[in-house]
């Protein structure tokens, strides 16, 4: 049972052009989410996060954007470079549990992000 | 500072061996958490420890363990490889809970034959 769904497992985007990733997620207790990028032979690194006490967060290109009822996030990108470039990996937590599942973060299956010269 | 690193980046085992991997996380960081990467199946979580404590576990079997050490440094080890266990292995530090920031290493390609 995937927790965490990214539908969509590659994007193109022209350089310039908003990038939109989209995240989906059934788990109700969670409420802290995060977006991870990875490069090819590399870990992945931390983009951005938002907590469930708010629907929007921006850091400098990079915005995300969190629907609760819909159970449903996704980050923005604007403009795009080629060197955004990568595989993108939408994460989730539940902060405020304390039971089994705590302390684990919960990964999508990533999308692949292509933006073209 | 320097970054998480894994040891080794590289291994070939064939089935039925046993192999062990490590990490050594970020100077002061005290979460250690474990991922397994395959083709199509994003990171699926491992386990977490903190202060040498396993504060949680994941969906795997009981041939996967782990251990960190008093410096923080951790280890994760496999036991009877099967085919299906070939994977990205990443290790990931943070300063106290994988909730916060977390910083990956390269990872270990480990493939079984």
């Known amino acids: 049972d995937q927790q965490v769904k990214q539908n969509s497992p590659s994007l193109s985007v022209q350089e310039g052009r908003i990038s939109i990733l989209n995240c989906d997620y059934t788990?109700?207790?969670?409420?802290?989410f995060l977006w991870y990028k990875k490069y090819p032979a590399e870990g992945p690194t931390f983009l951005i996060s938002?907590?469930?006490?708010?629907d929007k967060n921006e850091d400098g290109r990079f915005t995300v954007f969190l629907n609760k009822s819909a159970k449903h996030l996704s980050l923005h990108i604007v403009p795009s470079q080629p060197g955004d470039s990568a595989v993108y990996f939408c994460?989730?937590?539940?902060?405020?549990?304390?039971?089994?599942?705590?302390?684990?973060?919960?990964f999508g299956k990533g999308t692949k992000l292509s933006v073209i010269p | 500072k320097a970054g998480v690193t894994q040891t080794p980046r590289y291994l070939i085992k064939t089935r039925g061996q046993q192999v062990t991997l490590s990490c050594s996380p970020i100077?002061?960081?005290?979460?250690v958490s474990w991922y397994q990467q395959t083709p199509g199946q994003g990171l699926q979580f491992l386990f977490e420890?903190?202060?040498?404590?396993?504060?949680n576990k994941g969906n795997f079997p009981g041939r996967f363990s782990g251990r960190q050490f008093s410096n923080s440094r951790s280890e994760m080890n496999v036991s009877t490889l099967e085919l299906g266990d070939s994977a990205l292995y990443l290790c990931?530090?943070?300063?106290?809970?994988?909730?916060?920031?977390?910083?990956f290493g390269p990872g270990t390609r480990l493939t079984v034959l």
């Open positions: 788990n109700s207790m969670f409420d802290y």
């Open positions: 938002i907590s469930s006490i708010k």
């Open positions: 994460a989730a937590s539940a902060v405020s549990y304390s039971g089994a599942g705590s302390y684990q973060l919960t």
């Open positions: 990931a530090s943070s300063e106290d809970s994988p909730y916060n920031e977390q910083f």
């Open positions: 420890y903190f202060s040498e404590t396993q504060r």
């Open positions: 100077s002061g960081h005290r979460s």
